[in-house]
């Protein structure tokens, strides 16, 4: 037992020293220069709040709290009211692109402030932006239940749980179906993933269509 955890205190160590030092490769995949680039606006912090407002509880949360970081971030507090398999969500929701993607070190640190949190039952990490491989990678290191939703995705839960928002929210950059995210390896050889889909692991906050 204390091997294994040893392990994967190691592996989440290892991870984050990789994410925070290589600062060598960038965030934003390198191919958006070969295609056409997207002349749509950011979508604004208050509609992007309007839109949170409208989604979570269209999935059947409840909207406890709602923290604005002064970078824009947005820190939310639900609950899943459900019987015995409800509880405390965490979300944090960034709308901005201008960065690029959320890297490893962020969903870590978004990691451990749900494991930290006491009684919280998972935590859902929405970036317009994305996040890159190493991210993905990360949120299946750590031992909390983290959902990881970009702007594509985003865009696929509005539509289904929220129509009548959908039509503004494309109007938006990087709000639109089949956005792409990227390794640091990948990267420099060119090549490329597709944006996986969230995890139904553990009670899902997201789970609601069935």
């Known amino acids: 037992m204390f091997v294994a955890v040893a392990a994967l205190f190691l592996g989440l160590v290892l991870i984050a020293l990789l994410a925070r030092f290589a600062h060598n ?3 934003i995949d390198a191919r958006a220069a070969t295609e056409s680039s ?11 709040e309007r839109i949170l407002h409208a989604l979570l509880p269209a999935l059947g949360l409840e909207i406890l709290s709602v923290t604005r970081e002064e970078n824009g971030t947005l820190d939310i507090r639900c609950r899943d009211p ?10 944090q929701a960034s709308h901005r692109t201008a960065g690029g993607q959320v890297d490893a070190a ?6 451990e402030s749900v494991r930290s949190d006491t009684g ?3 935590g859902i990490d929405i ?10 990678a990360a949120r299946g290191a750590t031992p909390s239940l983290i959902e990881l939703i970009d702007g594509a995705k ?3 839960l509005v539509r289904e749980y929220a129509p009548d928002r959908i039509e503004l929210l494309e109007r938006y950059r990087s709000l639109n179906t089949g956005a792409r995210r990227h390794s640091r390896a990948a990267w420099s050889s060119g ?4 944006p996986a889909a969230v995890s139904d692991e553990g009670t899902a906050a997201l789970d609601h269509s069935n």
């Open 120 to 122: 919280a039952l998972k």
């Open 106 to 111: 962020e969903v870590l640190a978004f990691a």
């Open 82 to 91: 459900r019987p015995v398999t409800g509880g405390r969500i965490l979300v």
């Open 191 to 194: 090549a490329g993933g597709e």
């Open 154 to 156: 985003l865009v696929d």
């Open 38 to 48: 997207d002349a749509r606006p950011p979508i604004p912090p208050a509609e992007f």
């Open 25 to 27: 490769v960038p965030r």
């Open 127 to 136: 970036a317009v932006a994305g996040f890159t491989d190493e991210a993905y």
